[in-house]
């Protein structure tokens, strides 16, 4: 299958800094990327919906002006997680779909501790 | 969002004998499901899909059924293997929806044992 490639695959950061986390699809072109958050034991809830070159669509309860979305191309979607607090620590993982296909492809996943 | 999954079920099953996982899903109006494999750490894995023109689909040693009248998926699992020790999540998603989202269902932790 169509490989996803999420980085870093894990980072600490200090409560109030800024994390960027980056999605990109090596080997096809991905018009759509998913966000999901992932807490320990539990299930992948759905973030955010981006599109290259427009505005992402985001979950209800999920804070836009916290998680910035950017899909400036077919290939890279980033997530950057502004002023974290602890309760921002998860395990965030992106998911990529080209438009000629249904199946959607996901990446390794980023273990993101705030301390 | 969809199906919200916030209890992790758990299933264990000895070596060489069959699994059955099951997921319920909400939205009447899904009609393209997977089942995804994660293990510990990583992101999730696609082992099968069904589309909801079909009521069953086989793979290699895995079988998915869906039941569209009660809104409910299985995976069959057989021979289990040491390997298939997992958690497995259901996906569903409107196709016809532009934004093609998937939904995760709650999961099940499935231990095989030795």
């Known amino acids: 299958g169509a490989v996803v490639s999420q980085h870093p695959s894990r980072v600490i950061c200090k409560s109030g800094t800024s994390v960027k986390i980056e999605c990109r699809s090596l080997?096809?072109?991905?018009?759509?990327m998913f966000w999901y958050r992932q807490f320990p034991k539990q299930s992948l809830m759905l973030m955010a919906t981006s599109n290259e070159g427009s505005k992402a669509t985001y979950e209800q309860g999920v804070e836009k002006d916290k998680f910035l979305i950017n899909h400036a191309s077919l290939t890279l979607s980033t997530l950057t997680v502004t002023s974290a607090h602890p309760e921002d620590s998860s395990f965030y993982i992106c998911?990529?779909?080209?438009?000629?296909?249904?199946?959607?492809?996901f990446g390794q996943g980023t273990r993101l501790t705030v301390v | 969002g969809e199906s919200v999954g916030l209890h992790l079920p758990t299933l264990s099953v000895q070596e060489g004998d069959n699994s059955i996982i099951n997921c319920a899903y909400s939205?009447?109006?899904?009609?393209?499901f997977i089942w995804y494999k994660q293990e510990s750490g990583k992101g999730p894995q696609f082992i099968i899909d069904?589309?909801?023109?079909?009521d069953k689909r086989q793979g290699q040693r895995v079988t998915v059924l869906l039941n569209k009248t009660v809104k409910h998926l299985s995976l069959q699992i057989a021979a289990t293997q040491p390997g298939d020790s997992a958690v497995y999540f259901c996906a569903e998603t409107d196709s016809a929806n532009t934004g093609n989202q998937f939904y995760f269902g709650t999961g099940t932790s499935l231990t095989v044992i030795p």
């Open positions: 080997d096809f072109q991905a018009t759509t």
């Open positions: 998911s990529a779909r080209d438009y000629r296909d249904t199946e959607a492809f």
């Open positions: 069904i589309r909801s023109n079909m």
């Open positions: 939205n009447s109006a899904s009609d393209y």
